[in-house]
Protein backbone atom coordinates (compact mmCIF):
# COMPACT_ATOMS: atom_id res chain seq x y z
CA UNK A 1 0.00 0.00 0.00
CA UNK A 2 1.55 3.28 -0.85
CA UNK A 3 -0.86 5.81 0.55
CA UNK A 4 -0.76 8.84 -1.29
CA UNK A 5 0.73 11.79 0.67
CA UNK A 6 -1.76 14.99 -0.84
CA UNK A 7 -4.58 12.77 -0.21
CA UNK A 8 -3.62 11.94 3.33
CA UNK A 9 -2.90 15.77 3.73
CA UNK A 10 -6.33 16.50 3.19
CA UNK A 11 -7.87 13.57 4.86
CA UNK A 12 -6.39 14.79 7.94
CA UNK A 13 -7.39 18.42 7.47
CA UNK A 14 -11.12 17.32 6.83
CA UNK A 15 -11.04 15.54 9.82
CA UNK A 16 -9.49 18.33 12.43
CA UNK A 17 -12.19 20.66 10.45
CA UNK A 18 -14.47 18.34 11.53
CA UNK A 19 -13.25 17.49 15.33
CA UNK A 20 -12.68 13.99 14.82
CA UNK A 21 -8.95 13.04 16.52
CA UNK A 22 -6.84 10.98 13.99
CA UNK A 23 -4.03 9.07 15.11
CA UNK A 24 -2.60 6.18 12.61
CA UNK A 25 -1.17 3.04 13.61
CA UNK A 26 1.51 2.89 11.42
CA UNK A 27 2.08 -0.94 9.76
CA UNK A 28 -1.15 -1.60 10.90
CA UNK A 29 -2.28 -5.55 9.47
CA UNK A 30 -5.99 -5.13 9.09
CA UNK A 31 -6.58 -8.71 6.90
CA UNK A 32 -6.45 -8.27 3.07
CA UNK A 33 -7.70 -6.04 0.62
CA UNK A 34 -7.02 -4.70 -2.98
CA UNK A 35 -5.67 -0.96 -2.17
CA UNK A 36 -2.25 -2.32 -2.16
CA UNK A 37 -2.63 -2.86 -5.68
CA UNK A 38 -4.94 0.23 -6.76
CA UNK A 39 -2.26 2.81 -4.94
CA UNK A 40 0.16 1.33 -7.30
CA UNK A 41 -1.21 2.84 -10.17
CA UNK A 42 -2.96 6.07 -8.93
CA UNK A 43 -3.39 7.89 -5.88
CA UNK A 44 -4.74 6.07 -2.75
CA UNK A 45 -5.50 6.74 0.77
CA UNK A 46 -6.78 3.49 3.09
CA UNK A 47 -7.58 5.04 5.97
CA UNK A 48 -9.07 3.72 9.32
CA UNK A 49 -10.91 5.81 12.01
CA UNK A 50 -12.63 4.69 15.20
CA UNK A 51 -15.91 4.43 15.96
CA UNK A 52 -15.87 3.41 19.15
CA UNK A 53 -14.50 4.98 22.83
CA UNK A 54 -13.27 1.50 23.99
CA UNK A 55 -11.90 -1.01 21.81
CA UNK A 56 -13.98 -3.75 20.44
CA UNK A 57 -13.12 -7.07 18.56
CA UNK A 58 -13.93 -6.50 14.93
CA UNK A 59 -17.37 -8.53 13.33
CA UNK A 60 -18.70 -8.74 16.90
CA UNK A 61 -22.30 -8.03 17.77
CA UNK A 62 -20.03 -5.06 19.56
CA UNK A 63 -19.34 -3.29 16.67
CA UNK A 64 -22.50 -3.66 14.83
CA UNK A 65 -24.07 -2.03 17.68
CA UNK A 66 -20.89 0.78 17.54
CA UNK A 67 -21.92 0.91 13.84
CA UNK A 68 -25.32 2.22 13.90
CA UNK A 69 -24.81 4.50 16.99
CA UNK A 70 -24.56 8.52 16.49
CA UNK A 71 -20.76 8.10 17.02
CA UNK A 72 -20.42 5.67 14.58
Known amino acids: MRPDP ?7 HNLDALGV ?3 PELNQ ?5 DM ?3 S ?3 AA ?4 ISIVRQ ?4 HSPE ?6 SEYG
Request: aromatic share 6%; proline share 6%.
Open 29 to 33: RCGSS
Open 45 to 48: LHPS
Open 36 to 38: GNV
Open 63 to 68: MAQAAV
Open 6 to 12: GLVTLFE
Open 21 to 23: EYA
Open 40 to 42: QVT
Open 55 to 58: PVAG
